[in-house]
């Protein structure tokens, strides 16, 4: 079970449920539920997360908080929230300690591929530091911005969420909140649509784009 070696391994397992060409359909089912199903923590530790990130307690925050999480996966967890000025968000709170897990984790992944498979030791290396980039929430505050400065403008059609500055820590990433599903939902109602005008299921588009695939 991949939730329990941690977070690196979700992760890791996140990856590879996008690679129909190395897995078969019954893995790739299994590692999908990685994408926002994992096992959550403890609403009571996200309550002390956001007092000790923000330094007050969820209920001087936010006028209503779910604590059910709306998604939880590889380093945290997200919950639907409403702000005291009426304002809906979403609160994206960091795992405890989930930063040295991970560098753990990584350390002993490279010894092994140091090992037994040194030419991969530049992947390896990359990878780690993209997916050191996702604990960085300022980070993704300042990209968000960016994003929706570039495109505010050129395509006032293309809505990216706004960070809400006075609520982002180290650990808790606030948003305003849009409707609507996730990507991977989104990707598998779009195949199933264009399989099925194609008179064919989608196992069948999938082997049909590997042939093509193949001869290119």
Same mark, same amino acid.
């Given at each position: 079970?991949?939730?329990?070696?941690?977070?690196?391994?979700?992760?890791?397992?996140?990856?590879?449920?996008?690679?129909?060409?190395?897995?078969?359909?019954?893995?790739?089912?299994?590692?999908?539920?990685?994408?926002?199903?994992?096992?959550?923590?403890?609403?009571?530790?996200?309550?002390?997360?956001?007092?000790?990130?923000?330094?007050?307690?969820?209920?001087?925050?936010?006028?209503?908080?779910?604590?059910?999480?709306?998604?939880?996966?590889?380093?945290?967890?997200?919950?639907?929230?409403?702000?005291?000025?009426?304002?809906? /968000? +979403? #609160?994206?709170?960091?795992?405890? !300690?989930?930063?040295?897990?991970?560098?753990?984790?990584? &350390?002993? =992944?490279? $010894?092994?591929?140091?090992?037994?498979?040194?030419?991969?030791?530049?992947?390896?290396?990359?990878?780690?530091?993209?997916?050191?980039?996702?604990?960085?929430?300022?980070?993704?505050?300042?990209?968000?911005?960016?994003?929706?400065?570039?495109?505010?403008?050129?395509?006032?059609? /293309? +809505? #990216?969420?706004?960070?809400?500055? !006075?609520?982002?820590?180290?650990?808790?990433?606030?948003? &305003?909140? =849009?409707? $609507?599903?996730?990507?991977?939902?989104?990707?598998?109602?779009?195949?199933?649509?264009?399989?099925?005008?194609?008179?064919?299921?989608?196992?069948?588009?999938?082997?049909?784009?590997?042939?093509?695939?193949?001869?290119?």
């Amino acid at each position: 079970d991949l939730e329990q070696m941690g977070p690196t391994f979700v992760k890791l397992g996140q990856l590879l449920a996008g690679r129909s060409d190395i897995l078969p359909e019954a893995h790739l089912e299994a590692l999908r539920r990685l994408h926002g199903r994992v096992e959550p923590f403890s609403f009571e530790e996200v309550r002390q997360i956001i007092r000790e990130e923000l330094g007050r307690d969820i209920d001087e925050v936010y006028a209503s908080f779910d604590a059910e999480p709306m998604a939880a996966a590889s380093i945290g967890q997200v919950h639907r929230a409403t702000l005291k000025d009426g304002r809906d /968000v +979403v #609160v994206k709170v960091q795992y405890p !300690e989930v930063r040295q897990l991970f560098e753990s984790d990584f &350390t002993q =992944l490279v $010894g092994a591929c140091y090992s037994w498979r040194p030419e991969a030791l530049n992947e390896m290396r990359e990878s780690r530091r993209q997916f050191m980039c996702e604990f960085d929430f300022r980070r993704e505050a300042r990209v968000m911005r960016q994003i929706r400065s570039n495109l505010g403008s050129q395509f006032p059609n /293309v +809505v #990216v969420p706004k960070p809400i500055n !006075e609520l982002i820590a180290d650990n808790v990433l606030v948003m &305003t909140r =849009l409707p $609507g599903g996730s990507l991977l939902d989104s990707l598998t109602k779009m195949a199933t649509a264009y399989a099925e005008s194609q008179g064919i299921t989608v196992e069948e588009l999938k082997e049909k784009m590997k042939a093509d695939a193949a001869v290119r």
